[in-house]
């Protein structure tokens, strides 16, 4: 009794709980998650304004109530597809969660303007597609890797875009880099042209410079150039003014050559003068031709003086010419000279008569001679007939090497052939020397006045490699390249050849002197090291001499052995530059204690190899066999040995391995035509067998499962591949399931039309035709029994407990007594809740119940069956 008060008073306080739950309504969210039609949930979706509803309506939502509210919320936040304007990073960061417009999530992801904000949303935010458009916004590389190691094993998409996007911004900086570097090659290299001054490189690199400034400056936005074009136009500078120089020393040279054969022309005229004198000539005539000469030998020499040979051949031509001008002027004064005279009378005239030397003398002057009794110099005594036929073909070689050294304005060679053709003079006779004397002393001449002319316009060329030389003493230029420049100003100041500049020559020198002087240190500074390196590769070869002697070859590491080898010869090869002699020496020590070390290294090279080519050879047998499967194996076994074999050389290592690798591809192809035959004979079977499952799904509709059973009987009698069995055994199930599946469907539907059909009957009060219309366990005797006195509402109250459904308010208290009472006869009692149900169906059909109860007791029915 104590039991049944403990469990009426708890199933008291149960109801009395129930009760005050039973009135409340359905909830919003309960009634948008439970509403079926899509037009009214949208309606019901679009009434609810609160954020935080919103977000657990999505979470609790079926795929398309969370769409359509996923789309009401964002068209709230972005109308249109639009940011909001002034939005903050929170309603930013709810656009990309909501939207699924790719570019829209991207532009409120960026919209957020603090990377680290960012940041911890590709980090942290639950959606993929979020995370992924907020580290597509990530562009620093610090925060690139930390997002690529937080989303490694956790994040495949961010980790792949964090690694490509390092990858990218790595090109990038290796990109400008790789500008950065050009730019610095460019302004160190014309900063330094800046420093030595011009050379004979020096247009060619700028050039070089230049061109390499056009080709790079359309891609140096970002970088600082704006030094590079003033450093561009100050080289351009120097190569203007050089080029002008060069021009104005051209001109001056043209102009300087115009002279010379100005003047040349009138010393030639005033010989042609001299050498044209006759008895017909007149003072008046030569002395117009002296006033002419002389005023255009004046106007040759007005700015380029004549050399001292010409000079001195002018003034002989003019004296000589105003010498027979005077003679005959005189004769034009006494008419008797060329009468009859005593000896005493032409002795008298004589004396005013002088004539030039290098012009023939008249007749009437020799006539006069001769009544003067003046006698004709003897003649030279006649030299014996000589052979200079070999001295005069040698002579005149070197005249026309002269001639070619003159052209080529190279004094030096012209010089030496011209001493070289005085030497022969001895050797040549006296007609040869009188024949060769005009043309060497006018290419004598044209020496001299080259040597004039070199003088007056190479010295501004050596005045200025003095400055430049000057300019290298103290400069800040490594000791390497400013000896190098000094070389350079040295080889030019040789070419310009020797001219009497002693003065320049000094302070050329005495500048060399200075700037060389930091190149001294640095020079002995070399030599010093060059001398530590002959010691450290002496050091080097007496350490393997000892290496060599104290091994123990017959158990040696043969490929520590050959990495010493290596390194011992990558060390010698560092330990560079020695001088020439010493590099021969250390280098023959060197060789020698390598090739010792090599003999024992090359004999166990030749075990080595002698046991590949013995695995070579079993390949080859192993290829010509029957077996391939086996011979597959050999081969499999043949390359695991070959990696056991010690060390050998490379070569001949390579070449034994690609003829084992010749027969072993020969294996395995001929192993793969094998399995492909294999395979195709495989899958001809399993064809024939999904032509029988095939064949038993069209059956089904006919045969039914007769149809499946004969098919697996089938397959059972055919050698098909564990994975292709199992694939077709499945299908024949899956058929057999799905007709099964389709007969208890029909039966179940079968059942529902009988159950409806019975509730029918009780709520019309009909009775049935036959037991074949109504549910298994229901007879149609039972709609003929007597009418009992059994309480309807009992009935109903009891059919409510078993569909556990709620009785009205005013039937609670009887529904816990039944319930109690239910509880107690229960103990004793085994029933199913079917067999309950009917026995309460059975009884039902003995009453006459209200129309209200009657529906009560089919509700609860339909919520049992």
């Not at 038993?696 to 098909?720: C, F, S």
Request: proline fraction near 3%.
């Amino acid at each position: 009794m104590a039991l049944f008060k403990k469990l009426f008073n708890r199933d008291k306080t149960r109801n009395a709980t129930d009760t005050k739950k039973a009135p409340a309504a359905k909830t919003g969210r309960q009634l948008i998650l439970s509403e079926k039609d899509s037009d009214r949930r949208l309606v019901l979706i679009r009434e609810v304004t609160d954020e935080t509803e919103l977000e657990a309506l999505i979470r609790e939502a079926d795929k398309e109530t969370r769409q359509q509210i996923e789309a009401v919320w964002l068209e709230r936040l972005a109308p249109s597809g639009t940011l909001p304007s002034g939005a903050n990073d929170q309603v930013l960061t709810r656009i990309a969660s909501l939207t699924r417009d790719d570019a829209l999530a991207k532009s409120a992801i960026a919209a957020i303007g603090d990377e680290p904000a960012r940041l911890a949303l590709a980090k942290e935010h639950p959606l993929a597609r979020v995370r992924l458009a907020a580290a597509e916004t990530i562009t620093s590389a610090e925060a690139l890797h930390d997002l690529q190691k937080h989303a490694q094993g956790k994040d495949k998409a961010v980790y792949r875009h964090c690694k490509d996007a390092l990858a990218a911004l790595n090109a990038e900086d290796e990109a400008r880099q790789k500008v950065q570097d050009k730019i610095d090659y460019i302004r160190s290299n014309a900063e330094t042209l800046l420093r030595l001054g011009f050379g004979p490189e020096f247009t060619g690199k700028v050039q070089i410079l230049s061109q390499r400034w056009q080709d790079l400056k359309e891609s140096t936005e970002g970088f600082e150039t704006t030094d590079i074009p003033a450093l561009l136009e100050q080289l351009e500078a120097i190569l203007t003014a050089k080029k002008e120089e060069e021009q104005k020393a051209a001109a001056l040279e043209a102009e300087l050559q115009q002279a010379t054969e100005q003047q040349q022309r009138i010393l030639t005229h005033l010989k042609d003068v001299l050498e044209s004198i006759s008895d017909d000539s007149t003072a008046e005539s030569l002395k117009e031709t002296l006033l002419s000469e002389e005023s255009a030998w004046a106007a040759a020499t007005a700015k380029h003086s004549a050399s001292a040979s010409q000079q001195k051949q002018y003034d002989n031509a003019v004296a000589e010419i105003t010498t027979a001008a005077a003679a005959l002027q005189y004769l034009d004064e006494h008419d008797d000279i060329k009468g009859e005279l005593s000896p005493e009378q032409a002795r008298e005239h004589l004396p005013h008569l002088a004539w030039p030397h290098s012009a023939s003398a008249p007749a009437w002057l020799t006539a006069l001679r001769k009544v003067a009794g003046e006698k004709p110099k003897a003649a030279k005594p006649v030299p014996e007939k000589q052979d200079d036929s070999e001295a005069r073909a040698k002579a005149e070689a070197l005249i026309e090497t002269l001639e070619n050294a003159l052209e080529a304005k190279v004094v030096a060679d012209a010089a030496n052939a011209l001493k070289q053709i005085h030497r022969l003079n001895d050797k040549l006779t006296q007609k040869t020397q009188n024949q060769m004397q005009g043309r060497l002393r006018l290419l004598t001449n044209q020496l001299n006045e080259l040597r004039d002319w070199q003088g007056f316009a190479v010295t501004p060329k050596k005045e200025a490699l003095c400055e430049q030389m000057e300019a290298l003493i103290d400069a800040d230029i490594a000791p390497d390249l400013l000896a190098e420049r000094i070389k350079e100003l040295q080889t030019e100041w040789k070419s310009l050849g020797h001219s009497n500049d002693r003065d320049l020559w000094q302070r050329f020198q005495e500048a060399s002197d200075k700037a060389f002087e930091p190149c001294k240190a640095y020079f002995a500074e070399q030599a010093q090291q060059r001398e530590k390196l002959v010691s450290l590769r002496n050091q080097l070869t007496e350490e393997l001499r000892h290496y060599e002697a104290n091994m123990d070859w017959d158990s040696a590491d043969w490929k520590t052995v050959q990495n010493t080898l290596n390194a011992a010869r990558d060390t010698f090869r560092s330990y560079s530059p020695v001088d020439r002699a010493s590099h021969q020496k250390t280098q023959k020590a060197f060789n020698d204690v390598c090739d010792a070390i090599y003999a024992h290294l090359k004999a166990e090279y030749d075990r080595n190899l002698d046991q590949k080519r013995a695995l070579v050879s079993a390949a080859e047998a192993a290829a010509n066999s029957d077996d391939m499967s086996a011979a597959a194996d050999t081969v499999k076994k043949i390359q695991q040995d070959w990696k056991s074999v010690g060390v050998t050389p490379r070569g001949p290592d390579q070449k034994l391995w690609s003829q084992l690798r010749k027969h072993a591809d020969s294996v395995f192809a001929q192993l793969n035509d094998a399995r492909d035959a294999r395979k195709a004979e495989i899958n001809e079977t399993v064809a024939s067998a999904e032509a029988i499952v095939e064949e038993a799904k069209a059956n089904t509709e006919d045969q039914g499962v007769a149809a499946i059973n004969e098919a697996r009987e089938k397959l059972a009698a055919i050698e098909l591949p564990k994975g292709a069995h199992g694939r077709l055994v499945k299908s024949l199930n899956d058929i057999e399931e799905r007709i099964n599946s389709a007969r208890s469907a029909a039966k179940a539907a079968e059942e529902r039309g009988r159950w409806d059909t019975l509730l029918g009957l009780i709520s019309s009060n009909e009775k049935p035709e036959s037991d074949a219309a109504l549910p298994s366990g229901i007879e149609a005797s039972w709609f003929t029994q007597e009418a009992g006195e059994v309480d309807a509402r009992k009935l109903c109250i009891t059919m409510e407990i078993i569909a556990d459904v709620e009785s009205p308010v005013e039937d609670k208290p009887s529904r816990m007594e039944l319930q109690v009472q239910r509880l107690a006869e229960g103990m004793g009692r085994n029933l199913s809740k079917e067999e309950e149900r009917n026995a309460l169906i059975k009884q039902w059909l003995t009453v006459d119940a209200e129309q209200v109860l009657t529906e009560r007791f089919i509700t609860a029915l339909k919520a049992v069956i």
